[in-house]
């Protein structure tokens, strides 16, 4: 069965390693020039276009600004070329350098704040590089730098479009391998998680211990790389440069074409490059042709068609494109999950009965609102709490300020001894805590092995540049060796390879609980599990965690139904208004005329 699939996979590399020999090989035919220079601003735009495929189609982050990282990098060469006369490799370097620092200063001042202030911020961005290139002495104002050098390896100059048609290509090609790459890896999996339309925001990623704001500069910068080299080849080519194809004009056209393409996938940045180059041209052609003049008509089509495609392919032609390869393409197969992979680090097991999680006096003020009032209990090594209580309790507040997603106004939590009150979530993470959530957060439009492989964050190391550059294969290889451990203790293992989106709902929550799982929690707290879930689905949950009992694990589980939590938990919280009802066995509280009271009372 393996090397079934191992075959099937190396036929998969080769059709794309044929491709790409393929697309390289062009000028040695014979290919017309201009298409040739058509390709070659195919490539420069894809590679662009690449970079928004992972900050706004991966991320959610839009940014109008990539045009403008484009310039610098063009203009960071034709300064130092030009007016220094050194070689374009200063140039790459020197245009990277000063990409990356503007992408950090205008990341690290605008990331922490909500979505809308990087757009705006690229805006201001674009805008304010347009006019401060087009007034510079240094720089030519309008009219550019012109006589530039071509970029040459030792004596090897790449002086006509044919030959850094090559460098193009190559730049492009390399730039789609490592983005894939990314996406498939441990940093990538928390930028897909990111996306507040497909994953859910930073709360779950943060909950599995990853510092979102880290991962979100690290798009920015990305994108602002990969345009910048665009730039540089850009310069090179034309040997000149001028500040027109930087504007905002142009950041506006590159959003267009990730759109087009298809935003958030790989192939869609070549698709979308070229259909927006080759049907500008034409547009240009015939536009004034039917209008008369000479005006820019094809803006006003694109600005149709982007409304046309978000409307009725919102996720671009990319898939639709797909969906024809995928016809005569050999299948991909299913990825091989090496089960034999070494196990990855464990935590040291806290001994029976030692002291887990003590909370004291805690409380949160919403306003006027005591949603918890001096709350105070205590789980040790082994014990399996329930925490119950009629529609807002305060039951998921509790929860949130354990696990650190909102802060506490009063009280202390401590985490195996160390306070951990008023710290962030992924801190929490680490020091042993992992949770589901009420509403479920998973990423839809990544596998369910993904998805769990997403809670061995904490446990692997694999930063954003050695995934990009595929050095994290022998860790990526044992992440999703547990991922699979772990998919097979809740019993889902044969849906490992699905869209964690086509699951229903119970399914779903297994999958949770199988992803704090893989973070080797000391204690895994799980908020209303069975909410929501059909009775079958609500009998397989508590087998679950029938099981997870019976390993030892320790749990808190916060839940409405109170007959789902009596014979799983060993003690029961009941909470009533943000208050302490009582604490006692499930038979103690089953038995407490006080709660049954305050549960007829919510139902009234
Ligand atoms: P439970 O999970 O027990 O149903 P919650 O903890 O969700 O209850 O809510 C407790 C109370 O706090 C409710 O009255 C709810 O309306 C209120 N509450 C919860 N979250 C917020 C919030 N972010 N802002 C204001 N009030 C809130
Ligand atoms: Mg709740």
Same mark, same amino acid.
């Given at each position: ?72 990098? $063009? /203009? ?14 200063? =140039? ?14 205008? =990341? ?62 190559? $730049? ?157 393409? *050999?299948?991909?197969?299913? *990825? ?6 070494? *196990? ?6 806290? $001994? ?11 409380? +949160? ?51 195996? =001894?160390?306070?951990? =009150? ?34 061995? /964050? ?8 050695? $995934? ?67 009775? +079958?689905? +609500? ?53 407490? *005329? ?11």
């Amino acid at each position: 069965m393996k090397s079934i699939e191992g075959r099937a996979m190396n036929k998969t590399l080769l059709w794309l390693a044929l491709g790409a020999a393929c697309v390289l090989a062009l000028p040695l035919l014979p290919v017309p020039d201009f298409w040739i220079t058509q390709l070659n601003y195919i490539g420069l735009f894809a590679l662009v276009v690449l970079g928004l495929v992972l900050l706004t189609g991966v991320g959610g982050l839009t940014s109008f600004g990539q045009a403008a990282f484009a310039g610098v990098g $063009a /203009y960071a060469t034709a300064w130092i070329t030009t007016a220094q006369g050194l070689s374009p490799w200063w =140039g790459l370097a020197l245009g990277l350098g000063v990409a990356l620092v503007l992408a950090l200063v205008i =990341g690290v001042l605008t990331l922490r704040m909500s979505g809308h202030y990087l757009p705006l911020a690229t805006i201001c961005w674009c805008l304010a590089l347009y006019y401060l290139v087009g007034n510079l002495e240094v720089l030519g104002k309008y009219d550019g730098l012109l006589g530039l050098p071509p970029i040459t390896i030792g004596e090897f100059s790449f002086q006509s479009e044919r030959r850094i048609y090559g460098l193009i290509w190559g $730049a492009a090609l390399l730039g789609a391998l490592a983005l894939t790459r990314l996406l498939a890896s441990r940093p990538g999996r928390i930028m897909r998680a990111l996306n507040h339309n497909r994953g859910g925001g930073s709360t779950m990623p943060e909950a599995m211990g990853a510092s979102t704001f880290r991962y979100k500069l690290a798009m920015f910068v990305i994108a602002a790389l990969l345009a910048a080299v665009s730039g540089w080849l850009y310069a090179h080519m034309q040997r000149s440069v001028n500040p027109s194809p930087f504007g905002i004009k142009f950041g506006i056209e590159y959003l267009f074409m990730a759109v087009l393409g298809g935003i958030g996938t790989v192939g869609g940045a070549f698709v979308g490059a070229a259909l927006v180059k080759l049907a500008e041209d034409q547009l240009k052609v015939w536009l004034p042709l039917l209008f008369g003049g000479s005006g820019n008509y094809e803006i006003i089509v694109f600005g149709v068609a982007l409304v046309l495609v978000l409307r009725f392919a919102p996720d671009g032609l990319w898939p639709l494109l797909r969906g024809l390869l995928a016809r005569v393409l *050999p299948a991909a197969a299913a *990825p091989v999950v090496n089960e034999g992979a070494q *196990p990855l680090p464990a935590r040291s097991r806290p $001994a029976r009965g030692e002291a887990l999680l003590q909370v004291q006096g805690l409380r +949160k003020q919403f306003g006027g609102l005591a949603a918890v009032n001096d709350i105070s209990f205590e789980i040790r090594a082994g014990d399996i709490v329930g925490l119950i209580g009629p529609n807002g309790a305060g039951k998921s507040t509790t929860f949130n300020l354990i696990s650190g997603v909102l802060p506490l106004t009063a009280g202390e939590v401590r985490l195996r =001894g160390q306070a951990m =009150g008023g710290r962030p979530s992924r801190e929490i993470a680490r020091a042993g805590l992992s949770r589901t959530f009420q509403h479920v957060k998973l990423v839809p439009d990544m596998t369910v092995l993904e998805n769990v492989a997403l809670g061995c /964050y904490l446990r692997t190391r694999a930063g954003t540049a050695a $995934a990009m550059l595929g050095l994290d294969r022998a860790e990526e290889a044992r992440a999703r060796a547990e991922a699979m451990r772990q998919l097979r203790r809740i019993g889902l293992e044969a849906q490992a390879h699905e869209l964690a989106g086509n699951l229903a709902l119970g399914p779903q929550r297994l999958v949770e609980i199988a992803r704090a799982l893989a973070s080797d929690p000391a204690l895994l707290l799980l908020d209303e599990p069975a909410a929501g879930l059909r009775h +079958k689905e +609500k009998q397989a949950l508590a087998e679950v965690l029938r099981q997870l009992r019976g390993q030892g694990l320790s749990l808190l589980l916060v839940e409405h139904d109170m007959d789902f939590v009596m014979n799983l938990t060993d003690r029961i919280v009941v909470m009533e208004f943000g208050r302490h009802l009582m604490q006692g066995t499930p038979a103690e509280v089953q038995a407490s *005329p006080a709660v049954r009271a305050a549960y007829l009372g919510a139902e009234e």
